[in-house]
C-alpha cells in the first residue's frame, strides 16, 4: 500500500522561507513522478511543482518559478518543496502525490496517491 506523508508546514512572514518535506512508503520511489499540490477552501487542487525522480526533470507554476525548488532524495524515498520569498497568496493545504508514471502535466487528474497534507500560512 503506497503511503506519503507530508511535514514542514507552518506559519511565516512574507518574504521568509519553508522547506516541506514528503516520505513515500510501498511503492519504488526512484520511477515515479512526484508531485506537490496546494488548495485553498473554497478552490480546486492547483498544481505547484512536479519531478521525475528517475530522470530529476521538474516542471512548476509559473507562480512559483524562481521561489520554489523540488527536490527528491531517492535514498530516502523523500522529495522536497523548498519555498522561498514566501507571500500571502501562497497560503494554502500543501499535498504531495504519487503518480506511478512518468510527468507529462501538472495537473491533479495525473494522480492517484496522496498525501493529508501540511497546512502553510503565509502573514504579510
Known amino acids: 500500500q503506497v503511503q506519503l506523508v507530508e511535514s514542514g508546514g507552518g506559519s511565516v512572514q512574507a518574504g521568509g522561507s519553508l522547506r516541506l518535506s514528503c516520505v513515500v512508503s510501498?511503492?519504488?520511489?526512484?520511477?515515479?513522478?512526484m508531485g506537490w499540490f496546494r488548495q485553498v477552501p473554497g478552490k480546486g487542487r492547483e498544481g505547484v511543482a512536479v519531478v521525475n525522480t528517475g530522470g530529476g526533470s521538474t516542471g512548476y507554476a509559473d507562480s512559483v518559478k524562481g521561489r520554489f525548488t523540488i527536490s527528491p532524495d531517492n535514498a530516502k524515498n523523500t522529495v522536497y518543496l523548498q519555498m522561498n520569498s514566501l507571500k500571502s497568496e501562497d497560503t494554502a493545504m500543501y499535498y504531495c502525490?504519487?503518480?506511478?508514471?512518468?510527468?507529462?502535466?501538472?495537473?491533479?487528474?495525473?494522480?492517484?496517491?496522496w498525501g493529508q497534507g501540511t497546512p502553510v500560512t503565509v502573514s504579510s
Open positions: 502525490a504519487l503518480s506511478t508514471r512518468p510527468c507529462t502535466v501538472l495537473a491533479a487528474r495525473a494522480f492517484k496517491n
Open positions: 510501498g511503492y519504488m520511489f526512484s520511477s515515479a513522478c
